[in-house]
């Protein structure tokens, strides 16, 4: 009787001291790019670097601007971040990623056009462009606005990604952005800044007090067995 009650004791503070935390994907800190994952940028983008403006997350984002297009063209850049197994865990939890935008200024205010860009969430196993696992429109994003965007996988995304991770091949989620151009003839650009991107949530981590008191309960389950 004894020995069932102190397991249940210890067992359910463990469970209120327990925390659970977003998984951090990414937030471009210090100009780098590789942790705590890799991120790759690919595509139509005139120039980037790193920003205060639009931080969400530790004090820097990444900022990007596009290639100028007229209509008719269209200026497409992703930046990819290679999954590791804590993200595909926690998706497997909670499969949402999501992920801060900032667009910049309207360039051109004085045309009369609320314009803006449209940004996707993409998922591959491939990398690239090669959008194989699946992919959709997220958000539109007005010139001068913010947005948090919510990406919710299919759970047969997550199981396509921990496969291709599990064979040693690639699991990459992709951040899209379309500038949509205002003017007819003046070429236009846009400039986007993202930051902390995350998981939804992630796996209940224990607190260091909570490991404590299950170790407490190990030895006292131990000496009243001997």
Do not use: C, W
């Not at 249940?8 to 994952?37: C, M, N, R, Y």
């Not at 999954?83 to 910049?104: F, K, M, R």
């Not at 396509?160 to 007819?184: I, Y």
């Amino acid at each position: 009787m004894s020995r069932t009650f102190l397991t249940a004791t210890f067992a359910g503070l463990a469970l209120t001291s327990a925390a659970s935390a977003q998984v951090l994907i990414h937030s471009f800190e210090d100009g780098d790019l590789t942790t705590p994952t890799m991120a790759a940028l690919l595509g139509d983008a005139a120039s980037s670097g790193f920003s205060t403006t639009g931080v969400t997350d530790g004090s820097s984002s990444i900022e990007i601007t596009t290639a100028p297009v007229v209509v008719g063209d269209t200026a497409t850049f992703l930046i990819e971040f290679a999954l590791t197994e804590e993200i595909i865990a926690a998706l497997q939890v909670d499969p949402v990623i999501l992920y801060d935008i900032t667009l910049g200024a309207d360039p051109d205010p004085t045309d009369g056009v609320t314009g803006g860009g449209a940004f996707e969430s993409t998922f591959s196993t491939d990398g690239g462009f090669a959008t194989t696992a699946g992919g959709f429109f997220n958000e539109f994003v007005s010139y001068g606005d913010s947005e948090t965007v919510v990406a919710t996988l299919d759970p047969g995304v997550v199981d396509a990604l921990d496969s291709s991770l599990a064979n040693g091949t690639v699991a990459v989620f992709q951040l899209n952005f379309n500038v949509l151009v205002e003017d007819t003839t003046d070429p236009t650009n846009a400039t986007v800044f993202f930051d902390n991107v995350r998981t939804q949530s992630s796996v209940v981590i224990p607190e260091p007090a909570s490991l404590g008191l299950l170790g407490m309960a190990g030895l006292g389950l131990m000496r009243r067995r001997k």
